[in-house]
C-alpha cells in the first residue's frame, strides 16, 4: 500500500493540479460473481413531488405526457435501464390501503399524508399507474406491503389482484377496472421499517408478523414471488440476527437501510453550499457503509452460508436540509457533484458483495432526497447523480472482476481515512470490460496504471463526467452544467492502461 497520507488541510497549499500516482490490478481470471443490474434500482415514494409532478401529471395536464407519465421524465428514465422501482415507499407505504387506488379516478378517496407534510393524497396513481409505469420502462416492479396498519386479508388480496390470472374476485375486480392480464410482480416487501415509520415493533414481534403476513402472500399462475423482510437500519445488527434467526428460509431478502446524513454537528447541511472539509467528512460517512454491510453479511453468513437470502439495500443516498423555501416534509434536495461520488463509491461498495447484495435502491428516482431527475412545472433537470447511473449501466449484470488498487488517502474528521481514488471493473456478456474510476481529490489529477494481465488491449475509449468545483450543480437556468464528455485521458503503454483522471472526475473505460 502506498504510504503517503496527506491532510486536506496540507493539500490546500499544495499547487493547483498537482499529480499524484495511483496503481490498479485486475485479474479478469478471477471474475465468478455477477453484479446484479437490481443494484441499480430506483425507489417512488409517494412523498413531496415523486409521484404527482415528478413522474405522473395526469392526461389532462398541459404538460407533455404519455397516458398521463411526464414524457420528459420518462424518455430519461429510459436511457438508465432501471431494473427495478420500488413502490409506494417508504413510510407512505404503511399507511396505503391499495383499494384505494383503483378504479375510476375521480371517485377514488382521499388521504392525508401525514408522514410527509400533511399533503393530501388523491390516489389518482394507485396499482395499475405504477404497474404500467413499470411496463413502459421496461424495469420489474418491487411493492412494499403494508404490515404496519394494513390487515393480513388486505396483502394477500393485494398479491391476488395483481397477479392472478383465474376466475378469482380479485382477477376479475382488475378486470373490471381495464387490466385483464395479470401483472408479473416478483419483489415483495413485507413491510417497511418496521422497527419505526411502519410500526415501531420489535424483532421478535415483526418476525413473527412476517410469517404470518407471508403466509398468505401466494404465488398465482406461474408469479413466483420474492419477499422480502423489513431489515435494520444502518447499525443495527441485533435486528437482521433476530430475523434470521426467527425468519430463516421464509424470506427470500432481507432489507437494509442506510443514508449518507454527513451533518456532523447533528444537523443534515445544506446541499449545495459545503467546504471541503465537508465533504471529505461526507465522503467518509458514505464510505462507512462498507464496513456496516460487511458486519451484517457476517450475521447472514452464520445463519445462512449458502448465500440463499439476499442482502437488499433498499434505501440509501445522501439526505440534506431540504432547498430553502420549500415544505421541509416534501424533501426536495439539490445534488452536486458531491452526490455524483457517493453514487460512484457506494455503488463500487456494492459490487464488491455482489454474493450477497443483489439489490439496492436509491432514494429517491424524482425530487426527493438523491435524485435522478429534478422538476419545476415544464421544466426538468438531470443531475449529476442521473449522469453516474447512466454511465454506470455497463455493469448491469455484468462479471465482476476482483482487484487491488493503491491510492493516496486523505485523513477526514475524526481520522477517518478517505482513499482518493475508488474504482470497480466488470466484463460483460459481449467480452467488453469496463472500468469505472473517480478521482474523489478536487486538486489534484491522478495518473492510474492499470494493469489488465494476460487482457490483449485492441482499443480503449470513455466518458468523464467532472465539475470545477465540489459544488456544482444543474439548475433550470442552467441545466447542462455537470454532464458527461468524450474522455481522452485513457491509452495503452506497453500493453498496460494509463490514465490520467482530473482533479473531481468520474470516468468509465471501456476496453475492447
Ligand atoms: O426516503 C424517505 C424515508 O426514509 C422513507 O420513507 C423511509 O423508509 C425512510 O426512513
Request: aromatic share 10%; charged share 25%.
Amino acid at each position: 500500500m502506498k504510504k503517503l497520507i496527506i491532510s486536506v488541510w496540507a493539500c490546500i497549499a499544495l499547487p493547483l493540479f498537482a499529480q499524484r500516482d495511483a496503481s490498479i490490478r485486475i485479474y479478469p481470471e478471477q471474475g465468478n460473481q455477477q453484479i446484479s443490474k437490481h443494484i441499480y434500482g430506483q425507489f417512488a415514494e409517494h412523498l413531496g413531488s415523486c409521484i404527482y409532478g415528478g413522474l405522473w401529471v395526469g392526461p389532462e395536464s398541459d404538460i407533455p405526457n404519455t397516458q398521463g407519465y411526464r414524457t420528459d421524465v420518462l424518455n430519461a428514465l429510459k436511457k438508465l435501464q432501471i431494473p427495478n422501482l420500488r413502490w409506494p415507499g417508504g413510510c407512505f407505504a404503511d399507511e396505503y390501503h391499495w383499494m384505494d387506488g383503483i378504479g375510476p379516478r375521480e371517485s377514488r378517496p382521499k388521504m392525508v399524508n401525514t408522514n410527509w407534510g400533511g399533503t393530501i393524497e388523491d390516489n389518482s396513481f394507485g396499482t395499475h399507474e405504477f404497474l404500467n409505469l413499470c411496463e413502459l420502462l421496461g424495469c420489474e416492479p418491487y411493492i412494499s406491503g403494508n404490515v404496519g396498519s394494513g390487515t393480513v386479508e388486505e396483502m394477500a388480496k393485494w398479491v391476488e389482484y395483481m397477479t392472478s390470472e383465474g376466475d378469482s374476485p380479485m382477477a376479475n375486480l382488475r378486470r373490471k377496472n381495464g387490466r385483464d392480464k395479470a401483472w408479473k410482480v416478483k419483489f415483495f416487501g413485507v413491510g417497511n421499517e418496521s422497527w419505526g415509520c411502519g410500526g415501531s415493533m420489535r424483532p421478535e414481534y415483526y418476525s413473527d408478523l412476517y410469517r404470518r403476513y407471508a403466509t398468505y402472500c401466494r404465488n398465482y399462475d406461474g408469479n413466483v414471488l420474492f419477499k422480502v423482510a423489513s431489515g435494520a437500519s444502518d447499525y443495527d445488527y441485533n435486528w437482521t440476527e433476530t430475523l434470521m434467526k426467527q425468519i430463516g428460509g421464509r424470506m427470500d431478502g432481507i432489507s437494509l437501510h442506510y443514508y449518507t446524513v454527513a451533518g456532523w454537528d447533528g444537523s443534515k447541511g445544506s446541499a449545495t453550499d459545503f467546504n471541503t472539509e465537508d465533504y471529505y467528512w461526507t465522503l467518509g460517512k458514505c464510505l462507512e457503509i462498507e464496513d456496516v454491510v460487511k458486519k451484517h453479511i457476517a450475521i447472514m453468513d452464520t445463519y445462512d452460508p449458502k448465500k440463499n437470502i439476499a442482502l437488499l439495500v433498499d434505501e440509501w443516498g445522501t439526505w440534506w436540509d431540504v432547498e430553502p423555501g420549500t415544505n421541509p416534509g416534501h424533501l426536495f434536495q439539490q445534488n452536486t457533484m458531491r452526490d455524483a461520488f457517493v453514487a460512484a463509491l457506494t455503488l463500487h461498495v456494492f459490487h464488491n458483495y455482489t454474493d450477497r447484495i443483489k439489490m439496492a435502491n436509491i432514494a429517491q428516482i424524482v425530487n426527493v432526497l438523491q435524485s435522478m431527475i429534478l422538476t419545476k412545472g415544464k421544466d426538468m433537470v438531470l443531475t449529476p447523480t442521473y449522469h453516474v447511473f447512466e454511465m454506470y449501466k455497463v455493469h448491469q449484470d455484468a462479471t465482476f472482476l476482483p482487484m487491488d488498487l493503491i491510492c493516496d488517502k486523505e485523513k477526514v474528521r475524526d481520522n477517518r481515512e478517505v482513499p482518493v481514488v475508488s474504482a470497480s471493473a466488470s466484463r460483460d456478456s459481449r467480452g467488453k470490460i469496463h472500468i469505472s474510476l473517480a478521482n474523489v481529490d478536487p486538486r489534484q489529477s491522478e495518473h492510474i496504471r492499470i494493469d489488465l494481465q494476460n487482457v490483449t488491449i485492441k482499443s480503449v475509449n470513455g466518458r468523464i463526467l467532472t465539475a470545477s468545483s465540489i459544488n456544482d450543480h444543474n439548475t433550470f437556468d442552467s441545466p447542462e452544467k455537470v454532464k458527461p464528455e468524450v474522455f481522452q485521458g485513457a491509452k495503452v503503454e506497453k500493453g498496460k492502461l494509463s490514465v490520467s483522471l482530473p482533479p473531481l472526475s468520474i470516468v468509465v473505460i471501456e476496453v475492447l
